[in-house]
């Protein structure tokens, strides 16, 4: 039987914890559709080709990381945004977007999945008393080369990455996935050998080299492919509800 959505949506929020974020968009259900869901898409962004697969597939949800109406982005619905609402309210597809609650949780955010693909063992927030700053760090029992970790993120991210610095003993490193080079400073005070994040900025490389810290950009879309997928899953265990992932790929 189809589960109803009102049941799903009280389970994301007890897991996501929603309203403890100062976030750039609403977290939660962004577009109403049916009120019954059998089939949920997972994605990344809520792009017309990620809905277009949804509608073919014949879901009744798409659960995304980047939905809609960001703060600075224009409020009218229209232009490319108006067509993907449309296609959603035609199809009578609900989208359900979490934007940093997706980040942060310790087990199924994307911060938690690059962890492990970094093969950390142990980590969590960067500073247990800000569990709502999208910025995790773990130690390695033993040093790893910055050349291995980039060879390691490539190959498990099936991307080639960017990488500065030859730092051949990383003991704790910091991440953000995403666009999160901004907090590359806060690494360093952090003491880490070694920043990760999805994004770069060419004054995120002079502060590497200057401040003598190790980094790496692996892909703003290739690190947050974790969190709406693991949650997905995490929903299909749970209820009656058939689950795919759909990644629609990005080079950015």
Known sequence: MPTPRVELMNALNELLRPASFRDYCPNGLQVEG????????????????LIDAA?????????????????????????????????????????????????????????????????????????????????FSGEFAVPVSQAVLAGRLSAELGRRVLTEGEHASVRKVVWCTGGGQGYIDQAVDLGADLFVTGEVSEQTI???????????????????????????????????????FIDIDNPA
């Open 34 to 49: 049916t009120d019954s869901i059998h089939r949920l898409v997972s994605g990344v962004t809520a792009s017309q080709a």
């Open 55 to 135: 509608v073919a597939w014949q879901a009744d949800a798409i659960l995304v990381h980047h939905g809609f109406f960001w703060k600075s982005e224009d409020p009218c619905i229209r232009g490319m945004k108006g067509s993907r609402i449309r296609t959603l309210i035609k199809a009578d597809v609900n989208l359900i977007a979490y934007h940093l609650p997706l980040d942060c949780h310790e087990t199924l955010g994307n911060n938690a999945g690059l962890g492990r693909v970094l093969g950390l063992e142990r980590f969590g927030p960067a500073d247990p008393a800000e569990p709502t700053l999208p910025l």
């Open 206 to 244: 002079h502060v590497a080299r200057e401040r003598n810290i190790g980094f790496i950009a692996a892909g703003h879309h290739a690190t947050e492919r974790f969190g709406a997928r693991s949650v997905g899953e995490w929903l299909a265990s749970r209820f009656d509800v058939a689950h795919r």
